[in-house]
Structures are given as structure tokens and as C-alpha cells.
């Protein structure tokens, strides 16, 4: 019932792997750091999950496709995990984006034509 | 590949997998404090900071417990947690555990224990490289009623050279030879072989070789092949053996070689396969007869080979042609009123086939022991089940899945039974010593019966089994709990327990039923085994012990000194008088083996030919033909009945006399007076046989059947001839008197080597020990099958007092009423009481049905008592319900002294 439920919160399947690559992409970050940074680059039109974003960068990590280091945060002086994104990563990510590009112009076009005869 | 990779990977998290959470864990109490150092900022009072935070966040754990499950084996680490869990609650009741694993262990270990003994006799009868190949070659007359009448040495020739077999082999069964030249004479058993009998077998020697198999010799080719028993225990493992000479008989034989530790020779007694030498012989020259068609080795047996993919059937086939073209060929040897046929049997049949239904009968005990405990322990993990409504109820409150809760109790139940299994292993294999000396010689392969890795896999197999099938029930009940009433009344009054209960009945019913069907065999088995002692045997047993002797047989007849009867029966006379002056001696007769009852396993088979009916052996019947001094009957107390006994005056040279047993006289001259007639009976002993011309042999004397070849047997024609007229080799001494029996050995042998100090004396045992040995396969079975029996009436008596114990205390609430409202607590123990045998008529029912089925099928090991003996199915009922009542009276006692003021108050 549990997972059912987590489901329905993703996106899509990928999306959120996605945005997260994305984000580290820029800059390395630990997970509250993407937390903030998605919402802030959506316009807090997407709210991330916790419960999504940490099962999701321990599956990045298992897949290479991330690496992790503990650190300590110089603003707060605590015990961080900070996630890098790696080669594999960077080259996952540009398929992932060119392909989900694809699958967007694909959608666009079925609905595109599909509102113009309903407006005329 | 992957999949493989990404198990390895989840294994390995397996063992990882507390550190990582833990990381995961601390990761997380980070975000947590970043977002509540957030909040503060945004200007939200502490407390309500952290609280939003973790709102956001969601369940931390469930959180990890996905992540957890998508990283690692769930299965597995359900497993690990469920198998902790169930020590514990094994541990939390020790009453109960302990209990449910003796009685497993119980069930599987005796289960494991027959299991052992069929292993090694039914599924690996034969020690030697594909043994589907070897068959046993079986002459029969089918036209006169004669069965293993022996294979003539032509006729061996024929079936080496027809292209069905690889090789084929005539051996003599088990007998006697004398080892001379060491400071006692020794009796060593040897079987006389062809020199293909190896190459028959496929077994090479561990030192030296076995013999030739091409080698033609027709008489003994005086080369000796000894077992690694006999070399290590009178050679000493000498590695130069090889060449050696050993003095057999009085002939000289060469050592070839050695067969290697552990061989065993086929054959289905202890006695056939621990042969100490085996003598290469072509049985076709002296000391045998030439070969003719018309000479059949007796009481020699064929075994062959089978050419690579030849099936037993095909090659049956082949033979019957063979067989045609041979009759056709040779009329006047194969008359066709005895309808000579040839018959193959595969050698493990005959190794095996006489213990094959007594071997299943304990099988099939012992299965009906392990059954009731099983159902036991399903019925005690009932009575928990209800103990623990509350536990479950809870928990499956909590959010436990149904099935989850099921894949724990079972794995609860699985951890029960395999403990049970290996304490029951664990107990065989320290006890295995001991165990097996309980086992009768008499059984094939009692030395092949071992322990080992495959025994324990059996046990946990049949543990495992029986932990799924009598697991899968309960556990499937105890996961049916209705939630709300269960946690509002503890448990009382629960919907699954109606079910419960009813699958309680069904178990104790079943239980008593298979209780009764065990009780019942053993019954049966009992009176047999009764009614077989107390049988008359029709020969005084009481005061006499027997001792025997081996006289030797050289090849060469001339060398014998006791070749003629005339010469060895100065040698009996001597013996006996020399036997008659051993202190407490009253009457001393001589006899050959034969004439040993019930002590001998080969019986020397002759053709019977009557005077104006048979004209050749190959048509006449065969019968048992002891030979015997005329003491012998008065000392057994065989009583005459017709004519009269041999005397001290028949000689080699008076005429040929004969006394036969009513069953002989009754079977070859019915309605006619045997006295007076006439027959002739062939030789087949190691001397060349008897005069040249066949004499004819009268008969004198009918005496009255005794059961000397078996118990259960009483009329098997017997033929006897006198010592004084028929030289044997193998003698036995009979004494009655105030006998000393551990004296008594020691005096035989001074009297006996005093004549002649080549002669070894062994074998001294009282008629009583001879014939208890006899009974001991039976008695062996019986006493098993009575354990079994006893077992499995206090397992159910066990199941009974608890099942009406839970009634009892299921219903202490309703009782407490009753009797508040005024109820007679007599009234009470009989409402109860009424409980038990209600339960125990009706599993007295089915019980009654199945054994008599069950005795039907064992009909053949029954003597003196019908398969449906009605006195011992109406004491086995009575007995039965006697149990269930006893065990019922106790809860019925504890039902009647319930206190109603105490119990209602408490509930």
C-alpha cells in the first residue's frame, strides 16, 4: 500500500534521477541542498520528496552513476554528505535529457493537433 | 549474468547492511537539522520548527525500510529475523520445544533408523559395478514340480558361448574346509567357483589376481583366492602372501591373491558373503563327475553377466530360443514331461527378496510412528496457537501482512521440526554401535549399515517435509485471527477457534486411528511370533547341544581316509564312544548338517527317483536327505510310526535302508504303504559320488513329521539315510544329558582330535540357542513393530490428555456456571469423560478399517493367526479406549474440581 502510494508522488519514472543529476551537474551538493535547489530552479512548482530523494541518490549511487563524501559544512560546521556527479553520471544524464526531449516533442505533437480540432 | 552480479551485490549488503542504514540514518538526522535551523530562521519557535520539519520529511522509517528492500534480499533477511525470531519464542517456552522435539526426534529417528537398513539392503543390494547387469540363472522342472534343480556343466557351457552374457559363473554356496598345518586345525567357509566368477562380479583383487577366467581346468585348478578378513586375522596382512601354500583338505592350494576390504560376496546371508577362500574349480573333472548333460550341480547357483544393454526381459527372451533348440537338440536329455526351463532373475532380487515385505512392514511402522508424532506436534502448535491469539492479533494491528505473519509462524514451526530431525540424527548416530548389534545376523548386508551424510539428509529431508505439511495448518489458523474480538477478550472466543478445535478433533482422531493400526500389527506379529514358540516342534529340543565337525575332503579320493563309509564309520564310532563317557552325557547321536534342525541354511537337495516311475534325475523331484545315526530319533524324541529305525548293524555292505517322514509318504506314495519300496537317490557331494552303479536304497521305517526345517513348516518330505551306509563331510554331534554348554566344546574337541588331530570342532550350541536364532528376523521385526506400537499409543495417549486438557480449559467458564447454577460434579467428569470416548470410538472406527486392510498385507508374515483375528482387534480396541479414558480422566478430575467462585470472578 506503502509503495503504491510512493509511486504516484514521481513524476515520471526518471524525472526526479533527472533533476537530480541536473542539479549536481552544476555543483556538487548535499541532499538538502537539492531539496532547496529544485525548488528554487522550479519555482517551487516541484516539492521533493525526502522520502523519494534519498531511496533515489542511494539508487544513483549504487548504479556509479554519483559519488558521495562525508565533509564538514564550513556554515554550520556539521557532518555533511556531500554528492559529486561522475563521469558515467554526466554521460547518463545527457541520454536521459535528449531522450526525455524526445519523448516531450513526441507528447507535444499528439496533443498539439489534437487541441487545434477541438478549437476549430 | 546481471541479475547474478546485483544478488552478489544484495548478499554482500546483507552483511553490510546495518553500517549503511546506519549512515542513511545519520544522512538523514542531518537534513532534518538543516531544515529545522530553517525554520527558526523563517521565525518559527523551536519546538514547531523541528515538528514541521519532520512532517515534511515523512516516516524516517519507512523511508529506510525501502530503501532497504530495494538494496538488499528481503527474503533472506526475513529469514535471518524470522529465524531469530522463532528461537526466541522457542526459548520462551522450553516446556513446549522440548516436548515437541523429543517427540520429533522420536519419529524422525527411528524413521531414519529403518530408513538406514533399507538403504543399505533394497536400493544398494549389490556392492559391484553396474549391478543391473547381474542376473541369477534359475534351472527349473516346471513338468515335475522341481525348482532350482541345478545347471549341468554342458549346459553352463552353452549359455557362455550363446552372446547373451559377458560371462557367466557357476559357485558352490557357502561350506567347510579345513585349514591344517597351524596349531589347530581350522574351519574356514569357502565357496567353490568357477574362474569366471570375478570376472562375473567385475571385482579385481587388492593384492595379487583373481582367477583366470579363461583358464579350462576342469577339477580344482588348486589356486585359492582369500578374503582381506582372513588374511589380516590368521596371515596377519602378510604382503607376501602371494605364492604361499595353504594346506585345504589335506591339498595344497597357492595363494593368488587378496580381495580388497570391504568386498562382499553376493548371496543373501552374512554367511554366504563373508566367505573366507574361494577355490577355482571347472566342476567337470575329478573330484566332480564328468560332464553330462544328465548332472546337475544341486544346490550350486549360476549368476552371469549380461551383455552391455541387454535388458533382463530381452535376454529371457534369447535364452527361452537357446533353451528350444537345446531340447531339440539333446531329446533324450530334456524329456519333455519335465518341461526344463531356464529362468533369470536380477541378483538383487535374490538378494533381497525374502526381507523385501518385512522390510516394508518396518518401513511402513515406522512412517505411521513418525506420522503420529507429526500430528502430535501439530497438535500441541494448536494449543499454542491459541495462546498466542493475542500476539498475532497485535501485531497484525500493528500492519503485519497475513502472509508475512504465516512465513514466520512456519519458519517458527520449520526451526521446530529440523531440530527435531537432528536431535533424532544425533541420537541414531551416537547409539549406531549399538543399534546395529540388535540387528540378527540373519539379515543381508547387517554389516553395510552405516551413518553417513546421505542417512542426515534423509532426516532433515523428512523433517523439512513433514515440518511444511503439518506446519503449513496451524500457521495458516494461528494468521486467521479476528482482530477486535481477540484483543478485546484475550483471545477467548475467537473465531479461529472453532477451527482450531475441529482440526484438534480431526488430529487426535487420525492419531488414535493410526495408533490402532500399529497396535493391531504388532498384535498380530505377536500371536505369530507366539503361536511359532509355542508351536510343537515334533523333536525334544530340551538337554541337547550340538557341536560339529568337518571331515576333510582331499581331491584326490584315494588319499581320503574316510572316503568309504566303511572307513568313516570307524571314525563315528569311535566319536560317539568316546562322547558317551563326557561327564553328564546321556545319549550321543551323529548326523550330518542336515539333520542340525532349523540350524542349516543350504539344505543338500537330491533327486528323489522311485522304482517304476523315474528312470533319470532330470525328471524326478528333489528332497532333503539328512544322513544320521541311529541314535538320532530316539534322542530327539522323534517318535516311529511305521516299520522300524536304522540299527548299529547296517553297514556298507548290508543293503541300502531308508526312513522317511510322513510328509514324504503322504506326498510321493499317497495312498500307498511306503514300507518296502524302493528309490534311488543321486549324490552330489565332494567325493566322487558313491559306487559306480546306483544301488537301490528300501524303505524301512515312516516316522512322524517334525518341524526341523522350519517352524512355521511342518510338512516338508524328508528322506533319511544311515551315517553307517552314506559318508558325510559335514558332521554334527549331538549330546543330551546335564550338559555344562561352556565345558562342554572343550571336552568334544579332546575327544574328538584325541582320534584325529586334523579334525577342527566349532559351531557348539544348544538346540534351545538354535532354535531361538531361528525365530530372531522374526522376533526382531516383532519387537520393533511392538515399540513402534507402544510409541505411537503414548503419543496419542498424550494427544488425547491434551486436547481434552484445552477443552477442559477452554471451557472452565461454562463449567464454573454450571456447576454455580447447581450442576452434580459427577455430571461434570462424565460430560468430559463422554468428550474422550466420543473421540476415541470414532478413531477406533477408522482405525479398525485401515488395520484390516493392513493386516491383509501382511498376511505372509503371520503364522497361527488369521489377518482378521477378532481377539485381537476387540483387546487393541479395548485397550485403546482403556488409554483415551485414562488420559481423559485427569482434565475430566481438574473439570470437576473447577471453583466457580474463583473462575467467574476471574473472567
Given at each position: 500500500?506503502?509503495?503504491?502510494?510512493?509511486k504516484s508522488?514521481?513524476l515520471?519514472?526518471?524525472?526526479?534521477?533527472?533533476?537530480?543529476?541536473?542539479?549536481?551537474?552544476?555543483?556538487?551538493?548535499?541532499?538538502?541542498?537539492?531539496v532547496?535547489?529544485?525548488?528554487?530552479?522550479?519555482?517551487?512548482?516541484?516539492?521533493?520528496?525526502?522520502?523519494?530523494?534519498?531511496?533515489?541518490?542511494?539508487?544513483?549511487?549504487?548504479?556509479?552513476?554519483?559519488?558521495?563524501?562525508?565533509?564538514?559544512?564550513?556554515?554550520?560546521?556539521?557532518?555533511?554528505?556531500?554528492?559529486?556527479?561522475?563521469?558515467?553520471?554526466?554521460?547518463?544524464?545527457?541520454?536521459e535529457?535528449?531522450?526525455?526531449?524526445?519523448?516531450?516533442?513526441?507528447?507535444?505533437?499528439?496533443?498539439?493537433?489534437?487541441?487545434?480540432?477541438?478549437?476549430? | 549474468?546481471?541479475?547474478?552480479?546485483?544478488?552478489?551485490?544484495?548478499?554482500?549488503?546483507?552483511?553490510?547492511?546495518?553500517?549503511?542504514?546506519?549512515?542513511?540514518?545519520e544522512?538523514?538526522?542531518?537534513?532534518?537539522?538543516?531544515?529545522?535551523?530553517?525554520?527558526?530562521?523563517?521565525?518559527?519557535?523551536?519546538?514547531?520548527?523541528?515538528?514541521?520539519?519532520?512532517?515534511?520529511?515523512?516516516?524516517?522509517?519507512?523511508?529506510?525500510?525501502?530503501?532497504?528492500?530495494?538494496?538488499?534480499?528481503?527474503?533472506?533477511?526475513?529469514?535471518?529475523?524470522?529465524?531469530?525470531?522463532?528461537?526466541?519464542?522457542?526459548?520462551?517456552?522450553?516446556?513446549?520445544?522440548?516436548?515437541?522435539?523429543?517427540?520429533?526426534?522420536?519419529?524422525?529417528?527411528?524413521?531414519?533408523?529403518?530408513?538406514?537398513?533399507?538403504?543399505?539392503?533394497?536400493?544398494?543390494?549389490?556392492?559391484?559395478?553396474?549391478?543391473?547387469?547381474?542376473?541369477?540363472?534359475?534351472?527349473?522342472?516346471?513338468?515335475?514340480?522341481?525348482?532350482?534343480?541345478?545347471?549341468?556343466?554342458?549346459?553352463?557351457?552353452?549359455?557362455?558361448?550363446?552372446?547373451?552374457?559377458?560371462?557367466v559363473?557357476?559357485?558352490?554356496?557357502?561350506?567347510?574346509?579345513?585349514?591344517?598345518?597351524?596349531?589347530?586345525?581350522?574351519?574356514?567357509?569357502?565357496?567353490?567357483?568357477?574362474?569366471?566368477?570375478?570376472?562375473?562380479?567385475?571385482?579385481?583383487?587388492?593384492?595379487?589376481?583373481?582367477?583366470?577366467?579363461?583358464?579350462?581346468?576342469?577339477?580344482?585348478?588348486?589356486?585359492?583366492?582369500?578374503?582381506?578378513?582372513?588374511?589380516?586375522?590368521?596371515?596377519?596382512?602378510?604382503?607376501?602372501?602371494?605364492?604361499?601354500?595353504?594346506?585345504?583338505?589335506?591339498?595344497?592350494?597357492q595363494?593368488?591373491?587378496?580381495?580388497?576390504?570391504g568386498?562382499?560376496?553376493?548371496?543373501?546371508?552374512?554367511?554366504?558373503?563373508?566367505?573366507d577362500?574361494?577355490l577355482?574349480?571347472?566342476?567337470?573333472?575329478?573330484?566332480?563327475?564328468?560332464?553330462?548333460?544328465s548332472?546337475?550341480?544341486?544346490?550350486?547357483?549360476?549368476?552371469?553377466?549380461?551383455?552391455?544393454?541387454?535388458?533382463?526381459?530381452?535376454?529371457?527372451?534369447?535364452?527361452?530360443?537357446l533353451?528350444?533348440?537345446?531340447?531339440?537338440?539333446?531329446?533324450?536329455?530334456?524329456?519333455?514331461?519335465?518341461?526344463?526351463?531356464?529362468?533369470?532373475?536380477?541378483?538383487?532380487?535374490?538378494?533381497?527378496?525374502?526381507?523385501?515385505?518385512?522390510?516394508?512392514?518396518?518401513?511402513?511402522?515406522?512412517?505411521?510412528?513418525?506420522?503420529?508424532?507429526?500430528?502430535?506436534?501439530?497438535?500441541?502448535?494448536?494449543?499454542?496457537?491459541?495462546?498466542?491469539?493475542?500476539?498475532?492479533?497485535?501485531?497484525?494491528?500493528?500492519?503485519?501482512?497475513?502472509?508475512?505473519?504465516?512465513?514466520?509462524?512456519?519458519?517458527?514451526?520449520?526451526?521446530?521440526?529440523?531440530?527435531?530431525?537432528?536431535?533424532?540424527?544425533?541420537?541414531?548416530?551416537?547409539?549406531?554401535?549399538?543399534?546395529v548389534?540388535?540387528?540378527?545376523?540373519?539379515?543381508?548386508?547387517?554389516?553395510?549399515?552405516?551413518?553417513?551424510?546421505?542417512?542426515?539428509?534423509?532426516?532433515?529431508?523428512?523433517?523439512?517435509?513433514?515440518?511444511?505439511?503439518?506446519?503449513?495448518?496451524?500457521?495458516?489458523?494461528?494468521?486467521?485471527?479476528?482482530?477486535i474480538?481477540?484483543?478485546?477478550?484475550?483471545?477467548?472466543?475467537?473465531?479461529?477457534?472453532?477451527?482450531?478445535?475441529?482440526?484438534r478433533?480431526?488430529?487426535v482422531?487420525?492419531?488414535?486411528?493410526?495408533?490402532?493400526?500399529l497396535?493391531?500389527?504388532?498384535?498380530?506379529?505377536?500371536?505369530?511370533?507366539?503361536?511359532?514358540?509355542?508351536?510343537?516342534?515334533?523333536?525334544?529340543?530340551?538337554?541337547?547341544?550340538?557341536?560339529?565337525?568337518?571331515?576333510?575332503?582331499?581331491?584326490d579320493?584315494?588319499?581320503?581316509?574316510?572316503?568309504?563309509?566303511?572307513?568313516?564309520?570307524?571314525?563315528?564310532?569311535?566319536?560317539?564312544?568316546?562322547?558317551?563317557?563326557?561327564?553328564?552325557?546321556?545319549?550321543?547321536?551323529?548326523?550330518?548338517?542336515?539333520?542340525?534342525?532349523?540350524?542349516?541354511?543350504?539344505?543338500?537337495?537330491?533327486?528323489?527317483?522311485?522304482?517304476?516311475?523315474?528312470?533319470?534325475?532330470?525328471?524326478?523331484?528333489v528332497?532333503?536327505?539328512?544322513?544320521?545315526?541311529?541314535?538320532?530319533?530316539?534322542?530327539?524324541?522323534?517318535?516311529?510310526?511305521?516299520?522300524?529305525?536304522?540299527?548299529?548293524?547296517?553297514?556298507?555292505?548290508?543293503?541300502?535302508?531308508?526312513?522317511?517322514?510322513?510328509?514324504?509318504?503322504?506326498?510321493?506314495?499317497?495312498?500307498?504303504?511306503?514300507?518296502?519300496k524302493?528309490?534311488?537317490?543321486?549324490?552330489?557331494?565332494?567325493?566322487?559320488?558313491?559306487?559306480?552303479?546306483?544301488?537301490?536304497?528300501?524303505?524301512?521305517?515312516?516316522?512322524?513329521?517334525?518341524?526341523?526345517?522350519?517352524?512355521?513348516?511342518?510338512?516338508?518330505?524328508?528322506?533319511?539315510?544311515?551315517?553307517?551306509?552314506?559318508?558325510?563331510?559335514?558332521?554334527?554331534?549331538?549330546?543330551?544329558?546335564?550338559?555344562?554348554?561352556?565345558?562342554?566344546?572343550?571336552?568334544?574337541?579332546?575327544?574328538v582330535?584325541?582320534?584325529?588331530?586334523?579334525?577342527?570342532?566349532?559351531?557348539?550350541?544348544?538346540?534351545?540357542?538354535?532354535?531361538?536364532?531361528?525365530?530372531?528376523?522374526?522376533?526382531?521385526?516383532?519387537?520393533?513393530?511392538?515399540?513402534?506400537?507402544?510409541?505411537?499409543?503414548?503419543?496419542?495417549?498424550?494427544?488425547?490428555?491434551?486436547?481434552i486438557?484445552?477443552?477442559?480449559?477452554?471451557q472452565?467458564?461454562?463449567?464454573?456456571?454450571?456447576?454455580?447454577?447447581?450442576?452434580?460434579?459427577?455430571?461434570?467428569?462424565?460430560?468430559?469423560?463422554?468428550?474422550?470416548?466420543?473421540?476415541?470410538?470414532?478413531?477406533?472406527g477408522?482405525?479398525?478399517?485401515?488395520?484390516?486392510?493392513?493386516?491383509?498385507?501382511?498376511?505372509?508374515?503371520?503364522?497361527?493367526?488369521?489377518?482378521?483375528?477378532?481377539?485381537?482387534?476387540?483387546?487393541?480396541?479395548?485397550?485403546?479406549?482403556?488409554?483415551?479414558?485414562?488420559?481423559?480422566?485427569?482434565?475430566?478430575?481438574?473439570?470437576?474440581?473447577?471453583?466457580?467462585?474463583?473462575?467467574?470472578?476471574?473472567?
Open positions: 500500500m506503502q509503495t503504491s502510494e510512493d508522488r514521481d515520471f519514472p526518471g524525472a526526479l534521477e533527472m533533476m537530480i543529476l541536473e542539479s549536481l551537474r552544476r555543483q556538487p551538493a548535499h541532499g538538502y541542498a537539492l532547496q535547489h529544485i525548488q528554487q530552479r522550479s519555482n517551487n512548482l516541484l516539492q521533493v520528496e525526502e522520502g523519494s530523494l534519498y531511496p533515489a541518490l542511494q539508487r544513483l549511487l549504487k548504479a556509479k552513476l554519483v559519488k558521495s563524501e562525508w565533509t564538514t559544512s564550513p556554515s554550520t560546521s556539521r557532518r555533511v554528505r556531500v554528492y559529486e556527479i561522475t563521469k558515467a553520471g554526466l554521460r547518463h544524464l545527457e541520454r535529457v535528449s531522450r526525455f526531449e524526445r519523448m516531450l516533442e513526441g507528447i507535444q505533437m499528439v496533443l498539439g493537433p489534437a487541441r487545434s480540432t477541438q478549437n476549430s | 549474468m546481471r541479475s547474478l552480479r546485483r544478488f552478489a551485490a544484495r548478499l554482500a549488503n546483507l552483511v553490510t547492511g546495518r553500517r549503511h542504514d546506519q549512515r542513511l540514518l544522512e538523514m538526522e542531518q537534513h532534518l537539522a538543516l531544515q529545522t535551523a530553517e525554520n527558526l530562521r523563517a521565525g518559527m519557535p523551536s519546538s514547531e520548527a523541528h515538528r514541521q520539519a519532520a512532517l515534511k520529511f515523512g516516516a524516517i522509517g519507512a523511508i529506510r525500510e525501502r530503501h532497504r528492500e530495494e538494496q538488499s534480499l528481503p527474503f533472506f533477511e526475513n529469514l535471518l529475523f524470522d529465524l531469530r525470531y522463532a528461537a526466541r519464542m522457542l526459548l520462551r517456552t522450553p516446556g513446549f520445544s522440548l516436548t515437541a522435539i523429543v517427540i520429533l526426534a522420536l519419529g524422525v529417528g527411528a524413521t531414519t533408523a529403518i530408513y538406514t537398513v533399507i538403504d543399505a539392503t533394497l536400493l544398494h543390494p549389490l556392492p559391484y559395478p553396474n549391478p543391473s547387469e547381474l542376473v541369477r540363472v534359475e534351472d527349473n522342472l516346471p513338468g515335475v514340480g522341481a525348482q532350482h534343480v541345478g545347471i549341468s556343466v554342458p549346459e553352463w557351457r552353452d549359455l557362455a558361448s550363446s552372446g547373451i552374457f559377458q560371462s559363473a557357476i559357485a558352490g554356496q557357502g561350506a567347510n574346509v579345513n585349514l591344517t598345518g597351524a596349531s589347530q586345525p581350522l574351519r574356514l567357509s569357502f565357496k567353490q567357483v568357477t574362474p569366471s566368477y570375478f570376472a562375473v562380479l567385475g571385482v579385481g583383487a587388492q593384492l595379487g589376481r583373481t582367477f583366470n577366467p579363461r583358464d579350462n581346468t576342469p577339477g580344482y585348478n588348486l589356486e585359492v583366492v582369500v578374503s582381506d578378513g582372513l588374511w589380516r586375522r590368521e596371515f596377519g596382512a602378510d604382503p607376501h602372501i602371494i605364492g604361499k601354500a595353504l594346506l585345504l583338505d589335506n591339498d595344497q592350494y595363494v593368488v591373491g587378496v580381495m580388497p576390504r568386498f562382499r560376496d553376493q548371496g543373501s546371508t552374512s554367511d554366504e558373503q563373508n566367505v577362500l574361494w577355482g574349480a571347472g566342476f567337470a573333472g575329478v573330484p566332480f563327475a564328468p560332464p553330462s548333460r548332472y546337475r550341480h544341486q544346490s550350486r547357483i549360476v549368476i552371469g553377466r549380461l551383455n552391455p544393454g541387454l535388458s533382463v526381459p530381452a535376454a529371457q527372451a534369447r535364452l527361452n530360443a533353451v528350444e533348440s537345446l531340447k531339440k537338440q539333446y531329446p533324450a536329455d530334456y524329456p519333455v514331461q519335465t518341461a526344463w526351463a531356464v529362468r533369470l532373475i536380477p541378483l538383487s532380487e535374490t538378494v533381497v527378496g525374502g526381507i523385501r515385505q518385512l522390510l516394508f512392514l518396518l518401513f511402513g511402522a515406522v512412517a505411521l510412528v513418525l506420522l503420529i508424532s507429526c500430528v502430535n506436534v501439530a497438535n500441541l502448535l494448536l494449543a499454542k496457537a491459541s495462546v498466542r491469539a493475542r500476539e498475532i492479533a497485535v501485531r497484525q494491528a500493528l500492519g503485519a501482512q497475513r502472509r508475512r505473519l504465516i512465513r514466520q509462524l512456519l519458519t517458527e514451526v520449520l526451526l521446530l521440526f529440523l531440530l527435531g530431525g537432528i536431535a533424532g540424527f544425533a541420537v541414531l548416530f551416537s547409539t549406531q554401535h549399538y543399534l548389534r540388535l540387528i540378527p545376523p540373519s539379515l543381508p548386508h547387517e554389516n553395510d549399515i552405516a551413518i553417513g551424510w546421505g542417512v542426515l539428509a534423509f532426516a532433515l529431508a523428512v523433517s523439512g517435509a513433514a515440518g511444511v505439511i503439518f506446519g503449513l495448518a496451524p500457521a495458516w489458523l494461528m494468521s486467521r485471527v479476528d482482530l474480538g481477540t484483543l478485546r477478550q484475550e483471545g477467548r472466543g475467537s473465531s479461529g477457534s472453532r477451527e482450531r478445535s475441529h482440526l478433533h480431526l488430529l482422531v487420525s492419531e488414535l486411528a493410526l495408533s490402532l493400526v497396535m493391531v500389527a504388532a498384535c498380530l506379529l505377536l500371536r505369530s511370533f507366539w503361536h511359532l514358540f509355542q508351536v510343537q516342534p515334533g523333536f525334544n529340543p530340551e538337554r541337547v547341544m550340538a557341536v560339529q565337525t568337518w571331515l576333510p575332503g582331499p581331491n579320493p584315494t588319499t581320503d581316509p574316510y572316503q568309504t563309509p566303511a572307513q568313516e564309520s570307524v571314525l563315528l564310532r569311535e566319536i560317539l564312544r568316546r562322547c558317551r563317557t563326557l561327564p553328564g552325557v546321556e545319549d550321543v547321536a551323529i548326523g550330518d548338517e542336515a539333520a542340525l534342525p532349523l540350524g542349516h541354511s543350504s539344505p543338500a537337495r537330491l533327486p528323489l527317483l522311485r522304482e517304476g516311475i523315474e528312470t533319470m534325475d532330470n525328471q524326478a523331484p528332497i532333503d536327505s539328512p544322513t544320521v545315526s541311529p541314535e538320532y530319533f530316539p534322542l530327539l524324541g522323534m517318535p516311529l510310526l511305521r516299520g522300524s529305525l536304522f540299527t548299529d548293524r547296517d553297514r556298507d555292505d548290508t543293503p541300502q535302508v531308508a526312513v522317511i517322514n510322513q510328509a514324504a509318504a503322504r506326498t510321493y506314495w499317497p495312498n500307498q504303504d511306503p514300507l518296502g524302493r528309490v534311488r537317490l543321486r549324490l552330489d557331494t565332494r567325493g566322487l559320488a558313491g559306487p559306480a552303479t546306483p544301488v537301490w536304497t528300501t524303505i524301512i521305517g515312516v516316522i512322524a513329521d517334525a518341524r526341523t526345517e522350519s517352524l512355521a513348516d511342518a510338512a516338508i518330505p524328508l528322506i533319511y539315510r544311515s551315517s553307517y551306509q552314506h559318508a558325510a563331510k559335514d558332521l554334527a554331534i549331538f549330546l543330551r544329558g546335564h550338559l555344562d554348554p561352556s565345558a562342554l566344546p572343550a571336552q568334544v574337541r579332546q575327544q582330535q584325541a582320534i584325529d588331530p586334523t579334525l577342527p570342532v566349532f559351531h557348539a550350541q544348544t538346540l534351545r540357542e538354535i532354535l531361538s536364532d531361528s525365530l530372531s528376523v522374526r522376533r526382531f521385526s516383532m519387537e520393533l513393530v511392538a515399540f513402534f506400537a507402544a510409541t505411537a499409543l503414548l503419543l496419542a495417549g498424550l494427544g488425547i490428555y491434551g486436547t486438557s484445552y477443552i477442559v480449559s477452554e472452565r467458564r461454562d463449567i464454573a456456571i454450571r456447576l454455580a447454577l447447581g450442576a452434580q460434579r459427577g455430571k461434570i467428569l462424565n460430560m468430559v469423560l463422554r468428550r474422550g470416548l466420543v473421540l476415541a470410538a470414532a478413531g477406533a477408522i482405525g479398525l478399517v485401515g488395520a484390516l486392510l493392513v493386516a491383509r498385507l501382511m498376511a505372509g508374515l503371520l503364522f497361527g493367526v488369521s489377518p482378521a483375528d477378532l481377539p485381537t482387534f476387540a483387546a487393541v480396541t479395548l485397550v485403546l479406549t482403556a488409554v483415551t479414558l485414562a488420559a481423559s480422566y485427569i482434565p475430566a478430575l481438574r473439570a470437576m474440581r473447577v471453583d466457580p467462585i474463583t473462575t467467574l470472578h476471574s473472567q
